[in-house]
């Protein structure tokens, strides 16, 4: 069903397990709604290219930088025991 400005109604992205059934099977009782603790939000798509960061602000005021676009980054090689900061030049596989 639309709504009077034409969209779909938004559906909040929540971390909760308050959907989850219980181990026996048996569906757990709804006592509460979405709380801000429980919060999610959207992933950041994150594209190749000039660095490009959003700030967003996070439980207690702290920030967090969400990487809108980015070329360079942090990575490490484990076996090697080697952190190196490098350039980004394509991305094969992300899962």
């Given at each position: 069903?639309?709504h009077?400005?034409?969209a779909?109604?938004?559906?909040?992205?929540?971390?909760?397990?308050?959907?989850?059934?219980?181990?026996?099977?048996?569906?757990?009782?709804?006592?509460?709604?979405?709380r801000?603790?429980?919060?999610?939000?959207?992933?950041?798509?994150?594209?190749?290219?000039?660095?490009?960061?959003?700030p967003?602000?996070?439980?207690?005021?702290?920030?967090?930088?969400?990487?809108i676009?980015?070329?360079?980054?942090?990575?490490?090689?484990g076996?090697?025991?080697?952190?190196?900061?490098?350039?980004?030049?394509?991305?094969?596989?992300?899962?």
């Amino acid at each position: 069903p639309l709504h009077a400005h034409g969209a779909l109604p938004a559906m909040g992205i929540s971390r909760d397990s308050q959907h989850k059934r219980r181990l026996t099977g048996g569906k757990k009782p709804h006592h509460h709604k979405k709380r801000k603790h429980e919060m999610g939000r959207q992933m950041a798509m994150t594209k190749i290219g000039a660095k490009r960061i959003h700030p967003v602000r996070c439980r207690g005021g702290n920030m967090k930088f969400r990487g809108i676009r980015l070329d360079t980054g942090n990575f490490s090689w484990g076996s090697e025991v080697c952190t190196r900061k490098t350039r980004i030049l394509d991305v094969v596989y992300n899962a």
